[in-house]
C-alpha cells in the first residue's frame, strides 16, 4: 500500500527525472545477511507445466523480511525464464525502487542461467540510480530513487536470477511493525516463499485476506519465524471493469497495531492543531470570526481559504509521507498537500471555536478499508470531519474550485473514515447523503415545418460533484469542451450545426452549473427507403449512457458501477401541427438502478413531452445479479427511444421507438389478409351468385358474396399499412357489426339446409366469440408475426364452417 499520496500543483524544475551515474553512496554490494533462508531458483518441472505469460515464465519469487530494533529489512529473490523475444526484453531489464531518506539498497546477485550454468553478471550489468518520480503526472514529489540494472547477452530460453535487500523503515511509524505480502498473482508462478521475522517480545497480528493457507511457524533466537510456502501457483485473472475496491488476490498482513484505536493514537500527536500559529495566521482567523458569527459561515469561509488560498504541493520526502507540516509554514508559504490543508483547516476551525478532526480514508478501496488489519498505510487521503448545527459534515480542503454553502457542498462518501480525536475507537461510517442529480432538459422545435432545420436547445444543470468537475474543465479547457459535445449530437444528428456561444450559469450558494447549447439541425426529418415515408428519432442521450449493454454477462468479478449518479432527462420535441400521439408509462426496477420512462403528448397534440429517469443503487453488480441486470437494461434500452414519422401529408402518427414504431400489421396482416381472401374465394366457388344456383339460395349468395368482398377488402388494406392500426380497429368493428346485421336479415331467407346457414350465425356472434376475444388478448402479447397469425388462422376457419 502506498503511503498518504494527494494531486498537487508542483512546477519546480529540480523534480525532473535527472539521473545520477552509479556512485558507492547510491547502492552497495554484498551477500546476503545470514538471516536469509536460501530458495534455490531451480526445481523440479511441474507435472502440468504452468501456463506462460506474456513471454515469461515465472520460477520464484521469494520474499523475506527481519524485524529488529533498527527497524527492518527486506530481502527480494526473483527468477524468470525468457521464453520468446519479448520475454528477453522484459527479463534484461530490472528496476528497484527505494527511499535513499531512510533506506539504503544492497544488490546481491545478477545471474544468467543458460542451459543449467550460472553466470554471475552483477560485475558487468550497467547499474544507473536514477531519481524517476513515477508520479510526476500526478504531480506528487517523493523523493524515491529507482536502481535501474540493464544486462546484456539475454537470449530465448535463459533464466534471469536476481536478489537484493533494502534496509530502513519509514521513522514516521516509529518502528511501529506493519507490512503485507501477495500470495497470488495475475501470472502463474513456480514457487512462491514469503517470510516473516519478529521478535518473541513483540505482538505482531496475523491476517490472512482470501487466502486459507496457513504459515509454518517457528521460533529460535528469541524470534517467531513465520513461513507461507506455494508451488505451481496459478495465475488468476481479473476481469476488465471491476471497482476500484475489488482485489481477489491472496495475500498476508501483518500489523503491530492492535486496533484501530491505537492507529489514532500513533497519529494524533501528528495531527494536533497548532496553539501557537503565529501571526498572520492569528490574523486571519480573527477576521473570519468578526466577519462571520455564525458557525456555518466560518466553516465556509475557512474551507474556500484552504482551498483557493493555499496551492495544491505534495513534497512527500520521508517522514512527509505521513506526517503534516505545521499549520503555520503551511499558511505562510502557501502550498501544501493533503495532509497539510486538512490540519491547517482544522487549526483554524479550532480556534473559531468550531468542532473539527482530520478523517482518514482511502479513495480507492473505499469501504474496504474495513476489511483490512489495523495500519496507517490503508489509507490515502484526508478529509476534515465538522460537527455543528447537531450535524456531521464531512469536507476535502483539496476541491479548490468547489462552491456552494455548508448545505449544498459536495461531500465524498468513501464508505468509513478514521477520525482522528480523543476516544475514537474504531472507523467511522461516513453517512451517505443524497445523491447530487443531473437534469437536462431538450428541446426539438419543429415548429417552423416539416422542410424547415430544426432548432435544438439543450440546458443541463449539474449538482454537487459534477458540478465541481465542470468547473474544472470549463477553467482548463471551455473550448474543447464545446467541441466534444457538438461531436457527441452529431453521431445522432448529422446535419448539425451550433446556433450561438456555450452558455454557463452557476448558482454558486447551491452549488449548481447550467449549460446552455443551441445548435440547428438540418435534416433532421429523414426519407425511409423502406417505407417510403419521414422519419425522425428522439433519443434521450444521457441517460441512454449508463443503460449500455455489458461487454459480457459471465463474469467472475463485480461490474463498476458509476456512483452516485442521478439522471433526469427531458425531452420536449414542438410540431408545425396536430398529430395523433399517445401516452406511455413505464418501469424499470433492478438492484443495481431503477428507471422511470413516461411520454406526455399535449392536449393540442402540437407537442410531446418525454421524460426518462435513471438512478443507480449501487456501485457495483454482483456476477451472479449479472443476467437479470442485462435483462433489465435490455428492457430499459427499448424504452428510451422515440421516433415520430409521418406516412402522407395530413397523417401524422407516432410510435415508441425506431424498432417498434409500426402501426400496421405488415407481413402478418398480408397473411390475414390473404387468408380472407382465401375464404372469398372458396365462398364464391361453393355458393356461386348467378345462373345455376337453386331459386330459394341467389339472395343468401349475394350477400354472402358481398359480404366476402368488402371484409376480405378490409383486411388486405389492413395488411399493406394502407389503414393505421389505430383506425383499422374501431373500424372493423363496425364494418363487422354492420355485415352481421346484414347477414342476420337474410337468415329467414337461408333454408335450413343451406350451407351458410350456422356461417352467418358465426359471423354474426364473431365479435362476442369467447374464443376470438381470447385469441385477440394472447395475439397482443405473443410475437407479431405468431400472433396474428393464429387469429387470422381461427378466423377463417369460423367463417369457412
Same mark, same amino acid.
Given at each position: 500500500?502506498?503511503?498518504?499520496?494527494?494531486?498537487?500543483?508542483?512546477?519546480?524544475?529540480?523534480?525532473?527525472?535527472?539521473?545520477?551515474?552509479?556512485?558507492?553512496?547510491?547502492?552497495?554490494?554484498?551477500?546476503?545477511?545470514?538471516?536469509?533462508?536460501?530458495?534455490?531458483?531451480?526445481?523440479?518441472?511441474?507435472?502440468?507445466? *504452468?501456463?506462460?505469460?506474456?513471454?515469461?515464465? +515465472?520460477?520464484?519469487?521469494?520474499?523475506?523480511?527481519?524485524?529488529?530494533?533498527?527497524?527492518?529489512?527486506?530481502?527480494?529473490?526473483?527468477?524468470?525464464?525468457?521464453?520468446?523475444?519479448?520475454?528477453?526484453?522484459?527479463?534484461?531489464?530490472?528496476?528497484?525502487?527505494?527511499?535513499? /531518506?531512510?533506506?539504503?539498497?544492497? *544488490?546481491?546477485? &545478477?545471474?544468467?542461467?543458460?542451459?543449467?550454468?550460472? /553466470?554471475?553478471?552483477?560485475?558487468?550489468?550497467?547499474?544507473?540510480?536514477?531519481?524517476?518520480? /513515477?508520479?510526476?503526472?500526478?504531480?506528487?514529489?517523493?523523493?524515491?530513487?529507482?536502481?535501474?540494472?540493464?544486462?546484456?547477452?539475454?537470449?530465448?530460453?535463459?533464466?534471469?536470477?536476481?536478489?537484493?535487500?533494502?534496509?530502513?523503515?519509514?521513522?514516521?511509524?516509529?518502528?511501529?511493525?506493519?507490512?503485507?505480502?501477495?500470495?497470488?498473482?495475475?501470472?502463474?508462478?513456480?514457487?512462491?516463499?514469503?517470510?516473516?521475522?519478529?521478535?518473541?517480545?513483540?505482538?505482531?497480528?496475523?491476517a490472512p485476506r482470501r487466502s486459507k493457507l496457513k504459515p509454518q511457524?517457528?521460533?529460535?533466537?528469541?524470534?517467531?519465524?513465520?513461513?507461507?510456502?506455494?508451488?505451481? #501457483?496459478?495465475? *488468476?485473472?481479473?476481469?476488465?471493469?471491476?471497482?476500484?475496491?475489488?482485489?481477489?488476490?491472496?495475500?498476508?498482513?501483518?500489523?503491530?497495531?492492535?486496533?484501530?484505536?491505537?492507529?489514532?493514537?500513533?497519529?494524533?500527536?501528528?495531527?494536533?492543531?497548532?496553539?501557537?500559529?503565529?501571526? !498572520?495566521?492569528?490574523?486571519? #482567523?480573527?477576521?473570519?470570526?468578526?466577519?462571520?458569527?455564525?458557525?456555518?459561515?466560518?466553516?465556509?469561509?475557512?474551507?474556500?481559504?484552504?482551498?483557493?488560498?493555499?496551492?495544491?504541493?505534495?513534497?512527500?520526502?520521508?517522514?512527509?509521507?505521513?506526517?503534516?507540516?505545521?499549520?503555520?509554514?503551511?499558511?505562510?508559504?502557501?502550498?501544501?498537500?493533503?495532509?497539510?490543508?486538512?490540519?491547517?483547516?482544522?487549526?483554524?476551525?479550532?480556534?473559531?471555536?468550531?468542532?473539527?478532526?482530520?478523517?482518514? #480514508?482511502?479513495?480507492?478501496?473505499?469501504?474496504?478499508?474495513?476489511?483490512?488489519?489495523?495500519?496507517? /498505510?490503508?489509507?490515502?487521503?484526508v478529509l476534515v470531519r465538522v460537527r455543528t448545527g447537531g450535524k456531521? +459534515?464531512?469536507?476535502?480542503?483539496?476541491?479548490?474550485?468547489?462552491?456552494?454553502?455548508?448545505?449544498?457542498?459536495?461531500?465524498?462518501?468513501?464508505?468509513?473514515?478514521?477520525?482522528?480525536?480523543?476516544?475514537?475507537?474504531?472507523?467511522?461510517?461516513?453517512?451517505?447523503?443524497?445523491?447530487?442529480?443531473?437534469?437536462?432538459?431538450?428541446?426539438?422545435?419543429?415548429?417552423?415545418?416539416?422542410?424547415?432545420?430544426?432548432?435544438?436547445?439543450?440546458?443541463?444543470?449539474?449538482?454537487?460533484?459534477?458540478?465541481?468537475?465542470?468547473?474544472?474543465?470549463?477553467?482548463?479547457?471551455?473550448?474543447?469542451?464545446?467541441?466534444?459535445?457538438?461531436?457527441?449530437?452529431?453521431?445522432?444528428?448529422?446535419?448539425?450545426?451550433?446556433?450561438?456561444?456555450?452558455?454557463?450559469?452557476?448558482?454558486?450558494?447551491?452549488?449548481?452549473?447550467?449549460?446552455?447549447?443551441?445548435?440547428?439541425?438540418?435534416?433532421?426529418?429523414?426519407?425511409?427507403?423502406?417505407?417510403?415515408?419521414?422519419?425522425?428519432?428522439?433519443?434521450?442521450?444521457?441517460?441512454?449512457?449508463?443503460?449500455?449493454?455489458?461487454?459480457?454477462?459471465?463474469?467472475?468479478?463485480?461490474?463498476?458501477?458509476?456512483?452516485?449518479?442521478?439522471?433526469?432527462?427531458?425531452?420536449?420535441?414542438?410540431?408545425?401541427?396536430?398529430?395523433?400521439?399517445?401516452?406511455?408509462?413505464?418501469?424499470?426496477?433492478?438492484?443495481?438502478?431503477?428507471?422511470?420512462?413516461?411520454?406526455?403528448?399535449?392536449?393540442?397534440?402540437?407537442?410531446?413531452?418525454?421524460?426518462?429517469?435513471?438512478?443507480?443503487?449501487?456501485?457495483? #453488480?454482483?456476477?451472479?445479479?449479472?443476467?437479470?441486470?442485462?435483462?433489465?437494461?435490455?428492457?430499459?434500452?427499448?424504452?428510451?427511444?422515440?421516433?415520430? +414519422?409521418?406516412?402522407?401529408?395530413?397523417?401524422?402518427?407516432?410510435?415508441?421507438?425506431?424498432?417498434?414504431?409500426?402501426?400496421?400489421?405488415? &407481413?402478418?396482416?398480408?397473411?390475414?389478409?390473404?387468408?380472407?381472401?382465401?375464404?372469398?374465394?372458396?365462398?364464391?366457388?361453393?355458393?356461386?351468385?348467378?345462373?345455376?344456383?337453386? !331459386?330459394?339460395?341467389?339472395?343468401?349468395?349475394?350477400?354472402?358474396?358481398?359480404?366476402?368482398?368488402? $371484409?376480405?377488402?378490409?383486411?388486405?388494406?389492413?395488411?399493406?399499412?394502407?389503414?393505421?392500426?389505430?383506425?383499422?380497429?374501431?373500424?372493423?368493428? &363496425?364494418?363487422?357489426?354492420?355485415?352481421?346485421?346484414?347477414?342476420?336479415?337474410?337468415?329467414? $331467407?337461408?333454408?335450413?339446409?343451406?350451407?351458410? +346457414?350456422?356461417?352467418?350465425?358465426?359471423?354474426?356472434?364473431l365479435r362476442s366469440d369467447p374464443v376470438t376475444m381470447a385469441l385477440?388478448?394472447?395475439?397482443?402479447?405473443?410475437?407479431?408475426? $405468431?400472433?396474428?397469425?393464429?387469429?387470422?388462422?381461427?378466423?377463417?376457419?369460423?367463417?369457412?364452417?
Amino acid at each position: 500500500m502506498k503511503p498518504i499520496r494527494c494531486a498537487v500543483l508542483y512546477c519546480l524544475a529540480c523534480v525532473f527525472c535527472v539521473p545520477a551515474w552509479a556512485k558507492p553512496a547510491d547502492y552497495k554490494t554484498g551477500a546476503a545477511a545470514p538471516w536469509v533462508v536460501p530458495v534455490s531458483p531451480l526445481h523440479p518441472p511441474a507435472a502440468t507445466p *504452468l501456463p506462460p505469460r506474456g513471454g515469461v515464465a +515465472y520460477l520464484l519469487q521469494d520474499y523475506q523480511t527481519r524485524v529488529d530494533q533498527r527497524g527492518k529489512v527486506t530481502y527480494l529473490h526473483v527468477a524468470k525464464r525468457a521464453l520468446d523475444s519479448s520475454g528477453v526484453e522484459k527479463v534484461a531489464s530490472i528496476s528497484i525502487s527505494y527511499d535513499p /531518506t531512510y533506506q539504503s539498497l544492497t *544488490l546481491h546477485a &545478477v545471474n544468467v542461467i543458460r542451459d543449467g550454468k550460472l /553466470t554471475p553478471r552483477l560485475a558487468s550489468a550497467k547499474v544507473h540510480v536514477l531519481q524517476r518520480e /513515477t508520479e510526476l503526472d500526478s504531480q506528487i514529489y517523493d523523493g524515491s530513487m529507482t536502481a535501474s540494472i540493464m544486462l546484456d547477452d539475454v537470449r530465448i530460453g535463459d533464466i534471469v536470477e536476481y536478489a537484493y535487500s533494502v534496509d530502513g523503515s519509514n521513522p514516521v511509524f516509529q518502528n511501529k511493525v506493519t507490512g503485507k505480502a501477495d500470495l497470488e498473482w495475475a501470472v502463474p508462478v513456480e514457487h512462491a516463499f514469503v517470510r516473516l521475522l519478529v521478535p518473541s517480545s513483540r505482538p505482531v497480528w496475523i491476517a490472512p485476506r482470501r487466502s486459507k493457507l496457513k504459515p509454518q511457524l517457528r521460533e529460535a533466537d528469541d524470534y517467531r519465524d513465520y513461513r507461507w510456502e506455494q508451488h505451481n #501457483v496459478p495465475e *488468476l485473472r481479473v476481469d476488465s471493469g471491476a471497482p476500484e475496491w475489488y482485489d481477489p488476490y491472496a495475500s498476508v498482513q501483518w500489523t503491530e497495531f492492535r486496533d484501530w484505536a491505537e492507529v489514532v493514537r500513533w497519529a494524533l500527536p501528528l495531527y494536533r492543531p497548532q496553539r501557537d500559529m503565529g501571526e !498572520p495566521l492569528r490574523r486571519e #482567523v480573527e477576521r473570519i470570526a468578526r466577519e462571520h458569527a455564525d458557525p456555518a459561515g466560518r466553516v465556509a469561509e475557512v474551507l474556500k481559504l484552504v482551498q483557493r488560498d493555499i496551492r495544491y504541493l505534495g513534497i512527500e520526502v520521508g517522514p512527509g509521507s505521513h506526517a503534516p507540516t505545521a499549520p503555520s509554514t503551511v499558511f505562510q508559504r502557501r502550498f501544501g498537500d493533503c495532509k497539510d490543508k486538512a490540519l491547517l483547516a482544522v487549526t483554524m476551525l479550532d480556534a473559531l471555536g468550531i468542532d473539527a478532526a482530520p478523517a482518514l #480514508v482511502n479513495t480507492a478501496i473505499a469501504r474496504e478499508v474495513a476489511t483490512w488489519a489495523p495500519t496507517p /498505510t490503508a489509507f490515502n487521503h484526508v478529509l476534515v470531519r465538522v460537527r455543528t448545527g447537531g450535524k456531521l +459534515y464531512w469536507l476535502d480542503p483539496t476541491r479548490s474550485l468547489q462552491q456552494g454553502d455548508l448545505e449544498h457542498l459536495y461531500q465524498p462518501d468513501y464508505g468509513y473514515a478514521l477520525v482522528l480525536e480523543q476516544g475514537a475507537a474504531g472507523l467511522s461510517p461516513m453517512a451517505g447523503r443524497a445523491a447530487p442529480r443531473k437534469t437536462v432538459h431538450a428541446l426539438f422545435d419543429a415548429s417552423a415545418g416539416l422542410a424547415q432545420p430544426v432548432g435544438y436547445t439543450v440546458t443541463t444543470t449539474f449538482e454537487g460533484r459534477g458540478a465541481d468537475s465542470l468547473r474544472d474543465q470549463l477553467v482548463s479547457n471551455k473550448a474543447e469542451l464545446v467541441t466534444q459535445y457538438q461531436n457527441f449530437y452529431a453521431r445522432s444528428y448529422a446535419g448539425i450545426r451550433a446556433d450561438g456561444e456555450l452558455k454557463v450559469q452557476d448558482n454558486a450558494p447551491a452549488n449548481a452549473l447550467t449549460l446552455v447549447e443551441s445548435y440547428r439541425i438540418a435534416g433532421f426529418w429523414e426519407r425511409s427507403g423502406k417505407r417510403g415515408r419521414l422519419e425522425a428519432n428522439i433519443e434521450a442521450s444521457d441517460v441512454t449512457g449508463p443503460l449500455k449493454a455489458p461487454d459480457a454477462i459471465g463474469r467472475n468479478a463485480p461490474l463498476r458501477l458509476e456512483y452516485p449518479n442521478n439522471i433526469s432527462e427531458v425531452t420536449e420535441v414542438r410540431l408545425p401541427e396536430r398529430w395523433n400521439l399517445k401516452s406511455e408509462k413505464a418501469q424499470v426496477h433492478d438492484a443495481a438502478f431503477e428507471f422511470s420512462y413516461e411520454v406526455a403528448p399535449a392536449a393540442d397534440g402540437k407537442s410531446v413531452r418525454i421524460t426518462a429517469n435513471y438512478r443507480a443503487l449501487s456501485d457495483h #453488480v454482483d456476477p451472479g445479479d449479472m443476467g437479470n441486470y442485462a435483462a433489465h437494461l435490455k428492457k430499459a434500452r427499448e424504452m428510451v427511444g422515440y421516433q415520430l +414519422y409521418t406516412d402522407a401529408p395530413g397523417d401524422r402518427v407516432a410510435g415508441e421507438a425506431p424498432a417498434a414504431s409500426g402501426t400496421g400489421l405488415g &407481413v402478418p396482416g398480408w397473411l390475414l389478409g390473404l387468408a380472407a381472401l382465401a375464404v372469398v374465394g372458396l365462398r364464391r366457388v361453393l355458393l356461386p351468385a348467378g345462373r345455376g344456383a337453386a !331459386p330459394e339460395h341467389r339472395e343468401v349468395n349475394r350477400r354472402l358474396a358481398l359480404a366476402g368482398s368488402l $371484409l376480405g377488402a378490409m383486411f388486405v388494406l389492413i395488411g399493406v399499412s394502407a389503414i393505421p392500426l389505430r383506425y383499422s380497429l374501431p373500424v372493423s368493428a &363496425v364494418v363487422l357489426a354492420m355485415l352481421a346485421k346484414y347477414l342476420w336479415e337474410g337468415v329467414p $331467407l337461408v333454408p335450413a339446409t343451406h350451407p351458410a +346457414y350456422r356461417w352467418a350465425r358465426r359471423c354474426y356472434n364473431l365479435r362476442s366469440d369467447p374464443v376470438t376475444m381470447a385469441l385477440w388478448s394472447l395475439a397482443r402479447k405473443l410475437p407479431p408475426l $405468431l400472433g396474428w397469425f393464429m387469429l387470422g388462422s381461427y378466423a377463417a376457419q369460423v367463417l369457412s364452417r
